[in-house]
């Protein structure tokens, strides 16, 4: 049952987050809080994880979220499921493409959904912060954002930064 669980609701995600892998947070989130499948702090972790490994972060989340829940069949469950969704309106979208590429409603739905999902994230952004603030936290996302602001990097050094301090202070349980 689990299984069946696992896949109408990243189905359900894949259905409906629109704008990349972030745009996923949103019902991850509320996965978390339905199913404790999970905790919210796992989640946060999830994130960090899916961002610094190699391929889309939407399906990195849903893989590390599956194998969470019930282990490597949860995780191929997981991925297939948020992938399908995708994978069946791009074969329908494109025998349809040409036919409707300039319909000013298709054009108007595309321009509302952007700002719609940035709302999304915001909130879940806002509110993963509120959950998870902490002194260490935050002293290192003054150090980089300072850094970044005078000194002119990648973004994936920064993040790979934060993500080497927050393994330092997890070794060390310089968090709670």
């Known amino acids: 049952m ?3 669980n696992l896949f109408l609701e990243f189905f359900h995600i894949g259905l409906f987050s629109f704008g990349g892998g972030y745009s996923t947070l949103p019902f991850l989130y509320h996965i978390a809080e339905v199913h404790n499948w999970y905790t919210t702090q796992q989640l946060t972790d999830m994130i960090a994880l899916s ?7 939407g399906i990195n989340m849903a893989t590390f979220a599956g194998y969470k829940t ?9 991925t297939t499921s948020v992938m399908l969704p995708s994978f069946i309106i791009v074969i329908i979208i494109s025998g349809l493409l040409k036919q409707y590429r300039q319909n000013k409603y298709v054009k108007s739905v595309i321009k509302v959904l952007k700002p719609v999902g940035c709302g999304l994230l ?4 806002v509110n993963m912060f509120i959950n998870s603030i902490n002194l260490f936290g935050l002293l290192i996302f003054a150090v980089l954002f300072l850094l970044s602001m005078t000194q002119k990097r990648d973004p994936a050094f920064y993040l790979g930064v934060s993500a080497l301090a927050g393994l330092v202070a997890g070794l060390f349980n310089l968090v709670p």
Do not use: E, H, M, Q
């Not at 019930?70 to 997981?78: N, S, V």
């Not at 915001?122 to 952004?125: F, H, K, L, N």
């Open 122 to 125: 915001a909130a879940v952004g």
């Open 51 to 57: 961002s610094v490994t190699p391929g889309p972060v």
């Open 2 to 4: 689990i299984y069946l």
């Open 70 to 78: 019930a282990g490597i069949l949860g995780a191929l469950t997981a």
